[in-house]
């Protein structure tokens, strides 16, 4: 049955996905400015999550915002780091209060009705989905994928309603990896404490 799935399974060049697919914006230092419009870099994307990195933000005035012609992104777009590390990494943008750019070497990608967001984001973490991008990074000296290459890249598309139940379950069996992880730092945590103390009391003697 998996295999007759497999077989019937349509996909999509991930361009061919979007309502839109485009680089951000080419955002040099003297353009920066200490308020206005935020800059979303690569380093706020990470793999499957944003870094939010406040400390860290830049930003460009509406005026310069103007003059660039900058293209502005939303909660809810996706955006794909074209650089390491890894090449590839994906983040869905949340809500932030403020107006947004991104950086030249992150690509935008603002999906249409036939894929769920969520849905995407999820294969954009998938070994597969990394295996392709490796196939196609260039670069000797800094590793990259191209907006080109990185568009042609196959993304396996069932129905809509077969992507919100993959996304249930991925849900789920994420829901109970983060309560394991938790449950690991409580016990290491439990550990320290109990070998500090051990340590108390085999070296600290009442007077």
Known sequence: MKLAKLLIMKFKKLKDICVYFGDGDWIEKKDQSKAGIRLIQTGNVKDGYFSDRVDKGRYITNKTFKELNCNEIFEGD???????????RACIIPKLDQRMITAVDCTIVRANNEVDKNYLIYYLQSQKYYFDVNQKITGATRLRISKENLGNILIPLPEINEQKKIIDKLDFAFEKLKKIDEDIIEKKRLIINLKRSIINSVTIKDE
């Not at 996706?78 to 590839?88: A, H, T, W």
């Open 78 to 88: 996706i955006l794909i780091s074209r650089l390491p590390e890894p090449v590839g």
